[in-house]
């Protein structure tokens, strides 16, 4: 083998590793995302509260957040989006603002 072909063979074999620890931290990331707590309304009760408290009739996005709420974005009736955080624990709605 050549020299050059060796340092080609070396590159390769590199890069193919850094794609793999890549993709390793990747799913990783997701296997982090934020999660609902213990004791937290589901999100179908988080979507059923934003609806009938808060006038929303459509909800585009909805997440659990580390720092203990649910938060989202939905059209109410007028047609405006709008941005929502619930409490986690309790269900109250703690914000409700145009996006």
Known sequence: MT????????????????LIAT???????????DRPGAGWVTIEKAIEIVKTKAGYVEVYEIEADNDGYWKGEGRKAD????????????????RDQKD
Do not use: C, P, Q
Request: charged share 15%.
């Open 3 to 18: 020299t050059i072909h060796k340092w080609s063979e070396k590159m390769i074999k590199n890069t193919i590793a850094a």
């Open 23 to 33: 993709a390793g931290l990747l799913s990783a990331g997701a296997a982090l995302a």
């Open 79 to 94: 047609g405006v989006v709008y941005e929502f955080r619930i409490d986690g624990a309790s269900g109250n709605v703690l």
